[in-house]
């Protein structure tokens, strides 16, 4: 059994050196996203809330703590060749924040340890669909959320190009199925610059302080236009 774990880890390993090789440009792009994407909101985050006893834990605090591990997961997944695991934790940041805000709005004087039960009971159902929720909350630049959230949708929903290309795998009993494809992970980048765009949107919605904080970040403010972040233009009033 071992033997058989060593050969997957084997193949895995080959796998992640061919996609460095072949695609690391694209590899490279998602990781530098990472890192712009996340950094200033972090910095302006922990200068206008992180004092202990200013406020209570919410549930977008929480998918934003989630954020960090699941970005690195994609680049993770990325690397590995694991293209639709990658746009499964990609829709999932984004159904997370999206009813995590929706609950934190309607229930703003509870303590978070009800929020989770709250959650635990809405999950899954019908009526908790992200664009059904996006309707009922009370923010500004409504359908072009929406908008966004569908391109995203289309972007990631599962294709029949990855199942012909699983096929083609285990037919020429490759092992491991999976086919290195550089398109797929510049799929994955344009699919996490709208994930961000929409995540962040929604993050200052809640939390509105840090917008004061970014607006002094010329880099930021410089990234909202190189990786054309439609929502967070509106909000910060950039011309791309």
Same mark, same amino acid.
Request: hydrophobic residues 40%; proline residues 2%.
């Given at each position: 059994m071992l033997?058989?774990?060593?050969?997957?880890?084997? @193949?895995?390993? @080959?796998?992640?050196?061919?996609?460095?090789?072949?695609? @690391?440009?694209?590899?490279?792009?998602?990781?530098?996203?990472?890192?712009?994407?996340?950094? /200033?909101?972090?910095k302006a985050y922990k200068e206008c809330y992180l004092t202990e006893g200013k406020h209570a834990?919410?549930?977008?605090?929480? *998918?934003f703590f989630e954020l960090f591990r699941v970005s690195g997961h994609v680049l993770?997944?990325? *690397?590995?060749?694991?293209?639709?695991?990658?746009?499964?934790?990609?829709r999932y940041v984004l159904e997370s924040i999206i009813q995590a805000l929706y609950i934190d709005l309607r229930h703003p004087?509870?303590?978070v340890t009800t929020k989770i039960e709250v959650l635990k009971e809405v999950e899954d159902k019908r009526e908790y669909h992200a664009v059904r929720l996006i309707d009922e909350l009370e923010i500004d630049h409504k359908d072009k959320l929406k908008k966004e959230y569908r391109k995203l949708s289309r972007i990631i929903h599962p294709s029949h190009e990855q199942v012909i290309a699983t096929i083609s795998d285990i037919l020429e009993?490759? @092992?491991v199925p999976a086919t290195i494809n550089c398109e797929e992970i510049s799929k994955i980048y344009d699919s996490m610059k709208i994930m961000y765009d929409i995540f962040f949107?929604?993050?200052?919605?809640?939390? /509105?302080?840090?917008?004061?904080?970014?607006?002094?970040?010329?880099?930021?403010? #410089?990234?909202?236009?190189?990786?054309?972040?439609?929502?967070?233009?509106?909000?910060? #009033?950039?011309r791309l």
């Open positions: 033997r058989s774990l060593d050969a997957i880890e084997e @193949g895995f390993r @080959g796998i992640v050196k061919k996609s460095k090789e072949e695609c @690391g440009d694209e590899l490279e792009g998602i990781r530098q996203l990472i890192f712009d994407a996340i950094r /200033p909101f972090l834990l919410s549930l977008v605090e929480t *998918c993770f997944l990325s *690397c590995n060749a694991l293209y639709r695991n990658a746009f499964d934790d990609i004087k509870i303590d009993d490759k @092992g949107f929604l993050f200052i919605t809640y939390f /509105p302080e840090v917008k004061e904080s970014l607006e002094k970040n010329l880099d930021f403010m #410089k990234d909202i236009k190189v990786y054309n972040l439609t929502l967070l233009s509106k909000v910060f #009033k950039v």
